[in-house]
Every structure is written in structure tokens, then in C-alpha cells.
């Protein structure tokens, strides 16, 4: 039962800063991150106000603007498995350059430039008939495992207003969370104390650290106080079941990491995961037409994983280890996996 959720569980660190609506930043600085990534994008300018900050299907979209300045600032970060290829940024912006001008509308003032990592296109468009002057700023950051666009804006540009846009492409930077900090931080004191997700983090360094036995008493504190009262948002929900499904699961409990994956498709039948750790427990009892059964189940949903997660492969899962020897599991595994919805 291979850790396929060892990225996400620090979800929870992420937490604070995906939250919907106004946020209102007078000082404190607004960050960007996704469920998959050990880091967040930190956006430190003074007077903009929050407006979105959610997920969209598989990217995080934040939009925040100034009334000071008459700024919009837009950030999207897709994740990737895979590093993007070389030049990817600078590709990436001239084919937006290419997309938003035309022979009627052409771009004024079209520059590309470099700051640092930071890959830069600026242009100023003015609709036919309609002089708005509005400039736009693309910088594109390279990453092993995201895309980070960034789109500045602002209608009636003046000369005046260029070191704002500088200033504004400095305030961006990337951080890595400090899971230890926010663990003593926000959790302290004994398994059973906190909330739930208090406690869901307190469970999750201990998974993190390969102590699956110790995480297991705030995961299950967590998840009974879930079921009496549920607090955590969705996706949290769903990081706290697999985890602790599989954490039973690697210490040998596999009755309660079957009874907390069954209880985990009463809450989502749509996730696939839970029917993987099924297949993960029966593939250990030898159990060869459940695990079928619920390899299946578990594939036909892939396309419902949470933002940044990767389907697991039994192929390479040392839960399915024995039974690939199976010739006829694995000619049924190599089929499911090589099939097409």
C-alpha cells in the first residue's frame, strides 16, 4: 500500500490561504498554493483586496485588486507531474501575445523581458473605438511541479504608473511551508486534543515521518469528530479518510482500513481512491475478484482525483506485488491501465 497521498497531506497547510471571497490585506501578505504543492506563492503588496482564491477544476485561480491603484492581479498555478519542457514560458507567452492581438486590434508596446526565473510580457491593447489603454503584464515562473502564471492589469496606463508594475512583479515569491512550525503552532498538547483539523495535521507529520501507528489516534480522534460534526473543508475530508485508511491498512489493521475506505464512499461514491485502498486490502488478504472488482471501480473514476493528485499504479504498488505474479491479474491489470474510457 504504496503512501499515494503523501503530497496532500499537508493540505491542511494550505488551508487558510484558499479560502473564497474578500480578504481584505492591509499589511499581511496573500498566498497562492495548491493541495499538491510543498509550497506556497506569496503576493506581498499593500492595499489589494482578495477576491477569489479557489479552485477550478485542476488550477487554483486568485484574483485580487486595489482601489488605491487601480490594479487587478491574477494568478493561475496548474500542477504538472512532469517539469516543463525548456523555453515553455517564453512559448507560452508569445502564443498569448499571438492569441490577443489582431489586424483590427493590434498590441501596442509589445515587450518580453526577464527578471530573474521570472519570464515577462507586457503590451498595452486599446479596443477599436474605445481607447482604454489598458496595459497587461504575463510573467510566467518556471517549476518542476506547477505552471505559475501571473497577469497584471490596468485600464487608462500612464509612463507614471510603470514602477508600480515592477514593484508588484518583486512582490511575488515562493515559499516552502514549515510543517513542523504549524504543528507546534497550532496543535501541542495530547493525540486526542484540538480540532479536527488540528488534529489532522498533528496526524499527518507523523504520517509524513513514516510513523504510521502514531498517526492513526488524531487521525481517527479527527475523523469520529468529522462524523458528529463536520468542519474540514471537502478535499481535507477526503486527505483524512485515505490517510488514515492507510495507515490501518500498512500496520496491519486491514478490518478498519476496509470499514474506513467503505465509510469514505458513503461520503464521496465519486472518489477513487477508496476503492483503490479496497483493492489494496484485498490484494493482502488474496483476494483476487475483489481486487479486480475494486481496481476497476477505482479506475473508472480517476478523472475525480483532487487537484495535483496522480492515480496510483498497481503495477508498481507493493500492495498487488504478489498477486502480479498472477499471469492472469496481470494481464488483467496491463489491460485496465492501457484501456480508454
Excluded at 126 to 150: H, M, T
Excluded at 227 to 242: M, T, V
Amino acid at each position: 500500500m504504496k503512501n499515494h497521498l503523501l503530497t496532500l497531506v499537508f493540505l491542511c497547510a494550505a488551508f487558510p490561504a484558499s479560502s473564497y471571497g474578500h480578504q481584505s490585506n492591509p499589511g499581511k501578505p496573500l498566498e497562492v498554493t495548491l493541495p499538491s504543492l510543498p509550497w506556497r506563492l506569496v503576493f506581498d503588496a499593500p492595499g489589494f483586496t482578495q477576491r477569489i482564491n479557489q479552485i477550478q477544476g485542476r488550477r487554483q485561480y486568485f484574483l485580487a485588486d486595489s482601489d488605491t491603484n487601480g490594479f487587478a492581479v491574477s494568478v493561475f498555478l496548474e500542477p504538472t507531474t512532469t517539469p516543463p519542457p525548456p523555453g515553455e514560458c517564453e512559448r507560452s507567452l508569445k502564443a498569448t501575445a499571438s492569441r490577443n492581438g489582431t489586424s483590427t486590434t493590434p498590441l501596442q508596446g509589445v515587450q518580453y523581458r526577464k527578471n530573474g526565473d521570472m519570464q515577462i510580457l507586457e503590451y498595452t491593447f486599446s479596443s477599436e473605438g474605445v481607447p482604454l489603454k489598458q496595459r497587461n503584464i504575463f510573467a510566467c515562473i518556471p517549476r518542476e511541479d506547477a505552471y505559475i502564471d501571473i497577469h497584471i492589469s490596468k485600464a487608462l496606463f500612464t509612463d507614471a504608473d510603470q514602477p508600480v508594475v515592477d514593484k508588484l512583479l518583486q512582490s511575488f515569491h515562493i515559499v516552502p511551508h514549515d510543517f513542523s512550525a504549524a504543528a507546534t503552532s497550532t496543535t501541542g498538547g495530547a493525540a486526542d486534543s484540538g480540532t479536527s483539523l488540528q488534529l489532522f495535521l498533528k496526524g499527518s507529520l507523523a504520517f509524513r515521518d513514516g510513523k504510521y501507528q502514531e498517526s492513526i489516534a488524531p487521525y481517527q480522534k479527527a475523523l469520529d469528530m468529522e462524523k458528529a460534526s463536520p468542519k474540514l473543508e471537502k478535499n481535507l475530508g477526503l486527505a483524512l479518510i485515505d490517510n488514515l485508511t492507510m495507515a490501518y491498512g500498512i500496520t496491519g489493521n486491514l478490518a478498519a482500513s476496509k470499514a474506513t475506505a467503505q465509510y469514505g464512499i458513503s461520503k464521496d461514491p465519486t472518489y477513487p481512491l477508496s476503492y483503490y485502498n479496497l483493492a489494496c486490502a484485498a490484494a493482502e488478504e488474496g483476494n483476487v475478484a475483489d481486487t479486480q472488482n475494486f481496481l476497476k471501480l477505482a479506475y473508472d473514476r480517476r478523472d475525480n482525483m483532487i487537484p495535483g493528485e496522480k492515480f496510483p499504479d498497481a503495477r508498481t504498488d507493493d500492495s498487488f506485488t504478489t498477486l502480479m505474479k498472477n499471469p492472469g491479474f496481470r494481464g488483467f491489470v496491463n489491460a485496465l491501465y492501457s484501456s480508454q474510457k
